[in-house]
């Protein structure tokens, strides 16, 4: 449904340590180098960047906003969190069932240390091994 997602950050080396650990918790790998920046996601699918704003300002994470990052099962939403909390992140909400969407929606919530709202959920059942 979407091309990329672009983050802000204000300190490209302090987001390399946080987002590396994170994405691999995901299974999520960099399909190319940026100078001043990370790309996560497939080449040709959808990525998510993490930079300084093209504009020069300084980043600003919305109130609302968040990037939700597909997990291939359950054990990898709670490595996200994990991961997320060891390496400078905050938590938004433990990893969990969110029955109020459906009935298989596990997921987490963290921000970044520049204070983007990031999440990662799984909709499969527990115990199904299918994609």
């Given amino acids: 449904m979407f ?5 802000g950050s204000s300190d490209i080396d302090r987001s ?13 790998g960099q399909p190319f180098q940026l100078d001043q920046g990370l790309v996560f996601g497939e080449l040709a699918g959808p990525k998510l960047f993490i930079g300084a704003p093209f504009d020069g300002g300084a980043p600003h ?3 609302g906003p968040h990037t939700a ?3 291939p099962d359950r054990a990898a939403v709670d490595a996200f969190h994990a991961a997320a909390l060891t390496n400078g992140g905050s938590d938004e909400g433990i990893p969990g069932l969110r029955p109020h969407y459906h009935a298989n929606y596990y997921g987490a919530y963290v921000r970044d240390p520049d204070g983007n709202k990031l999440q990662a959920v799984c909709h499969r059942k527990y115990d199904d091994t299918a994609a």
């Fill in 16 to 28: 390399r340590a946080f987002y590396e650990p994170v994405m691999t918790a995901l299974g999520i």
């Fill in 61 to 63: 994470p919305g109130n």
């Fill in 69 to 71: 990052l597909l997990a």
């Fill in 3 to 7: 091309s990329h997602i672009t983050l």
